[in-house]
């Protein structure tokens, strides 16, 4: 058995190896989390199955691919996230913070599957067969062809494949419970995440059945576990919440075989995960129209676009100095923000009090967040309802103009996907849009923007 034999510090959050220690962070920016260890992986992870594929290169005309590659998981939406189903073979990484809703939407999955005849094996290093069963009666109906196993020890798993028939799918719930079942291991420690994640990588090419780890995320929103997850599997899904809604969306952030700006809607309900095919319905629904004082903008996380409802209530000072309040942003550029309404526009706001909240708990200091506050201020200040069927983003500057902001395509792409129909952009940033993205919607407007007095 080959051992490389190498020490080195490693970050306990997201597995950012480095050769010395380090106080923070570079990659998750958490203080003190570097540990040493031995991160040296057994090059042979005890997997060994003998294909009879030679290994002679070939041109790609003589590599066979049929239709049957890709199955379909019985969610339209989910499918187009996966690129058109589930390619044979591949390995899926489905991360969310716990309870969102993966083992439900895997059990789904498999229940949809089933029908269609496929053999799937679905392990739970998490809850019982009786638990799983208890759900399960939730969802609905599952063939005999759904085997599930309870267990955590990657040498039963590897035993089970080898044994019966093939499996069209395998899902691990979740990877940070699987365990190498060495006498040290540690299930959830970084290196048994990286040498499990190896072993599934290797299972699912050389058998090639596709597989599904889930895994979970933590409070920074990474995968828990080394980066080189996600270097490894094919496509890597991201389970979310809205914020607004209490949607659970499905992003892509890589996929191999697809695009990986698209997005899927689903509802939690009685029986599991609906899909939701016309999100803006949702939406749009309770909110009241004649609210004052909110505009719905749309943010980056890194890359990740995120709709954000921004609240703003202007009230009549009833003592001398007025306040002013923001919650989850920043409280020296909403002072500025005032300053800009007063000057360009001529509003008396120093006689009232302004409070500013950015709802779902979030903290963002993004200059595209400028043009939602004023216009959240103004709707409240003159008792006018915004158009809830907007979106606004764009950062103003002293002189009340608008300025161009980034990525703008991910950002339109994101409010459209959503059922928004109009989105209000800096004028700047007009040319900058991709003219594909909107020849794939109809009845969507985009305004531009050019200053605050208009
Ligand atoms: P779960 O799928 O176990 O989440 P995860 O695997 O991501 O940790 O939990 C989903 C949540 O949804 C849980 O709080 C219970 C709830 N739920 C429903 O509301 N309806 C349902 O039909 C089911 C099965 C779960
Ligand atoms: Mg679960």
């Known amino acids: 058995m080959a051992k490389n034999n190498k020490t080195s510090f490693f970050c306990k959050e997201c597995g950012y190896e480095s050769s010395k220690w380090l106080g923070q962070c570079p990659s998750c ?3 003190d989390t570097f540990v040493v260890g031995d991160m040296s992986i057994d090059s042979d992870l005890g997997i060994n199955f003998s294909t009879n594929e030679e290994y002679t290169p070939k041109a790609l005309a003589q590599i066979q691919t049929n239709k049957e590659d890709k199955m379909t998981t019985g969610f339209k939406e989910f499918d187009e996230v996966l690129g058109g189903g589930i390619i044979k073979g591949s390995l899926i990484l489905l991360g969310g913070s716990p309870g969102i809703g993966k083992s439900t939407l895997l059990l789904q999955l498999c229940s949809n599957m089933g029908k269609n005849g496929k053999k799937i094996l679905y392990v739970s290093g998490e809850e019982s067969l009786k638990q799983i069963k208890l759900r399960a009666d939730r969802i609905g109906k599952f063939s005999d062809n759904i085997e599930f196993i309870a267990t955590n020890n990657i040498q039963i798993i590897k035993n089970v494949l080898l044994k019966n028939e093939k499996y069209d799918l395998l899902i691990i719930d979740s990877i940070q419970t699987m365990s190498m079942g060495h006498d040290d291991s540690l299930p959830g420690s970084i290196k048994e995440v990286r040498e499990t994640s190896q072993f599934f990588f290797k299972l699912s090419k050389e058998l090639e059945v596709a597989t599904f780890l889930v895994g979970h995320i933590t409070k920074e929103g990474l995968v828990a576990g080394p980066k080189i997850l996600e270097h490894m599997v094919d496509t890597v899904l991201y389970f979310e919440d809205d914020n607004i809604k209490n949607l659970r969306l499905i992003r892509c952030k890589k ?44 943010i980056l996380d890194g890359n990740r676009p995120i709709l954000l409802e921004i609240q703003a209530l202007v009230t009549k000072t009833s003592f001398g100095n007025p306040r002013r309040n923001v919650n989850g942003s920043d409280y020296n550029r909403l002072n500025l923000l005032i300053a800009i309404i007063e000057k360009r526009l001529g509003l008396p706001l120093y006689e009232y009090d302004i409070f500013v909240n950015i709802t779902g708990g979030m903290r963002v200091n993004e200059p595209s967040l400028d043009l939602p506050i004023i216009v959240s201020i103004l709707s409240s200040y003159k008792n006018q309802a915004t158009d809830t069927e907007s979106i606004y983003c764009g950062e103003v500057g002293l002189s009340g103009e608008v300025r161009a902001i980034d990525s703008i395509n991910i950002r339109i792409n994101e409010a459209m996907k959503l059922g928004y129909k109009k989105i209000f952009i800096p004028k700047a940033n007009l040319e900058k849009i991709d003219k594909k993205l909107l020849s794939n919607y109809n009845n969507i407007e985009i305004k531009p923007v050019t200053n605050i007095i208009n």
């Open 29 to 31: 920016k958490q203080w």
């Open 255 to 298: 996929n191999r075989f697809g695009s990986s700006n698209a997005l899927a809607v689903f509802e939690m309900g009685e029986k599991g995960l609906e899909s939701v095919s016309n999100p803006s319905e949702i939406f749009l629904q309770g909110k009241p129209s004649n609210a004052s004082g909110c505009t719905i903008t749309c």
